[in-house]
């Protein structure tokens, strides 16, 4: 993720959305979001709507 967001990002997100919510994968997500200085609402098992 660090990769791909500084190589291509130049806005930081406000939101992040998830199709799926696998919990192990919710530590990993918080522990990359913390390091790179990003605070945006994540939304797991996301429809697109829970956003607005």
């Known amino acids: 993720m660090k ?6 990002a130049l806005e930081k997100p ?3 959305l998830f199709r799926s919510a696998m ?3 919710r ?3 918080e ?3 913390h390091s790179l200085g ?3 609402r994540v939304v797991f ?3 697109g709507y829970q956003v607005k």
């Open 23 to 25: 919990p192990d994968s």
């Open 31 to 33: 522990q990359e979001l």
């Open 3 to 8: 990769r791909i967001y500084h190589s291509q």
């Open 27 to 29: 530590s990993i997500l």
């Open 38 to 40: 990003l605070v945006p």
């Open 14 to 16: 406000e939101v992040l």
């Open 45 to 47: 098992s996301a429809d």
